[in-house]
């Protein structure tokens, strides 16, 4: 029934589910985000309430759409015992279509949401988290007998394998069985971390490929396991940072996360800076490979020969879909975010080319997924870059927000 949906589903779900509108001329469209273990009772009790709510919706048939989405969803919730391991999220109303849709989607992690909302729209931001492009952190805390392997993705902190084997302390008695048993305790402690670094290549290199490694525990071991190689240099070249902690497992991990903090921004600011430094070298260098502006770059993307597209986190752009009412023209835009609230809130007008009227805005489309929608037919890397360093705020100070790594060269 409903569907645990994976990355690209979702974006095309995403895509599809931002176009709907509520057909009654009001806020009619219940959008239920509920986190992982949440209750389903509760969740049927707030239907309940909500239905009850509805009866005072003055509008006849917005009030006749809000109760037919929520006896729909109230119906539907009935095969339900429990809210699924991840949670639940639920979008239901009666669209422009004039017909009653209704979504039920898992998501694929755990949701940490808890939401009811009645909007002319869906509300999809939460939903909108699960497509964003995450970096990959592997944490591995190491201590005498004691290993734990946890993955960072996004914000989302997930121990991926605990282990234990019993390495025996220092022996403070001298003598031949004391050396005997220290030798063995040396083998012992060899073969743990032996079989650390073997694990390690599994979850973060084979399992999960990641950005980069913080290594923590409480005690030297974690030095000794770095100095003496244990881990294969492909994922020794990848350690940000080494760690004291106080504990192991999950608790661990996020003392880890947190004293390696500044580290783990240096590994997405260097890579950010990369790409605008490969993007400024091509410009310096007029090879025909670098090109900037929305114009250009979107026009070199719909041509499919675009290899990179940098885009600002802080561009502040709209892809609008304008019509005529008049004479029914039609035609997309993209804007400045300001100057949609002008047109919006009437302070600006745009004509139709066809016959002069005011055209109306009917949609608007968030500009990175635009560029992403497109740059997916060709294969093309979208790389959002923060603002927060040199590199990113140049692109957005000198080159408009956006920039592209060419495939082939173009000689303008
Ligand atoms: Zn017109």
């Not at 991840?86 to 989607?105: D, P, R």
């Not at 084979?206 to 396991?225: A, L, R, S, Y």
């Amino acid at each position: 029934m409903a569907e645990v949906a994976d990355v690209r589903e979702l974006k095309k779900l995403i895509e599809e589910l931002s176009k709907k509108r509520c057909q009654a001329n009001g806020t009619c469209l219940v959008s239920i985000y509920r986190p992982a273990r949440g209750n389903i009772k509760d969740l049927m009790e707030l239907i309940s309430r909500e239905i009850a709510t509805a009866n005072m919706i003055k509008d006849k048939n917005v009030r006749k759409n809000v109760q037919r989405a929520l006896t729909s969803i109230q119906a539907r919730l009935k095969h339900y015992s429990k809210i699924p391991e991840n949670g639940l999220i639920i979008f239901a109303g009666v669209t422009q279509s004039g017909k009653l849709e209704m979504y039920i989607i898992e998501p694929p992690e755990p949701l940490t949401v808890k939401m009811y909302r009645c909007d002319v729209t869906f509300y999809l931001d939460p939903l909108k988290n699960f497509i964003l492009p995450k970096e990959k952190y592997g944490i591995l805390l190491v201590e005498r007998g004691e290993a734990t392997f946890a993955l960072l993705s996004g914000s989302r902190l997930e121990v991926l394998k605990e282990i234990t084997s019993h390495v025996p302390g220092k022996f403070r008695a001298g003598g031949q069985s004391a050396q005997r048993f220290e030798r063995s305790r040396e083998i012992l402690a060899h073969q743990f971390m032996e079989k650390v670094g073997r694990l390690a290549e599994k979850y973060f290199l084979q399992d999960n490929e990641v950005d980069g490694i913080i290594v923590g525990g409480p005690g030297p071991t974690k030095e000794e396991f770095m100095e003496k190689n244990y881990l294969r240099p492909e994922l020794k070249k990848k350690v940000i940072a080494v760690v004291d902690t106080a504990y192991g497992g999950y608790i661990g991990a996020k003392e880890a996360i947190m004293r390696a903090q500044d580290k783990l921004k240096d590994v997405r600011y260097v890579k950010e800076r990369a790409l605008v430094q490969e993007f400024l070298d091509h410009l310096a260098r007029e090879d025909g490979y670098a090109l900037y502006g929305v114009k250009p770059v979107i026009k070199a993307l719909e041509e499919g020969i675009v290899d990179k597209v940098l885009v600002s986190e802080k561009i502040d752009l709209t892809r609008v879909r304008f019509k005529c009412p008049q004479c029914g023209h039609e035609e997309r835009r993209i804007m400045k975010n300001d100057e949609i609230v002008k047109v919006e809130m009437g302070h600006k007008d745009v004509k139709c080319p066809e016959c002069g009227s005011s055209m109306v805005i009917e949609e608007k489309e968030d500009f990175i997924s635009y560029l992403e929608k497109i740059a997916e037919e060709y294969g093309t890397k979208v790389e959002i870059i923060s603002a927060e360093n040199e590199e990113g705020y140049m692109l957005i100070r000198s080159f408009g927000g956006i920039a592209a790594i060419l495939r082939e060269k173009r000689y303008l």
